[in-house]
Nanobody, 126 residues
């Protein structure tokens, strides 16, 4: 299975934007669902967004809908999470995950994903 590598995290001020990338390193096909999750200390990892392999279907947590956009470039085997109008509440370690077998009803459940990146820190602070 491919190794997932996230990048793009950092420190931004409230209201600013940031784009995270999740690149799959491997020779397999790009036919997999990509999920984005985030976690803060002491809390469980929570679903943020997901995109199906063809890019036509996307899913968002209510807390980020309208501010975050998930996309993918299948040729580059890379998924992106564009985050706009960030707030301190968005501060977390962000993870991408992939699954070739997850069903749509389970797409918001971290247990449906078997391949995870290492995570990237996003800090929103003035």
């Amino acid at each position: 299975q491919e190794q997932l590598v996230e990048s793009g995290g950092g420190l931004v001020q409230p209201g600013e934007s940031l784009t995270l990338s999740c690149a799959a390193d491997g020779s397999g096909s790009s036919r997999y669902v990509v999920g984005w999750f985030r976690q803060t200390p002491g809390k469980e990892r929570e679903f943020v967004a997901a995109i199906k392999y063809n890019g036509q279907y996307t899913f968002y947590a209510d807390s980020v809908k309208g501010r975050f956009t998930v996309s993918r470039d299948s040729a580059k085997k890379t998924s992106y999470l564009q985050m706009n109008n960030l707030t301190p509440g968005d501060t977390a370690v962000y993870y991408c995950a992939a699954s070739r077998t997850i069903i749509q009803s389970n797409i918001r459940n971290e247990r449906g994903y078997g391949n995870w990146g290492q995570g990237t820190q996003v800090t929103v602070s003035s």
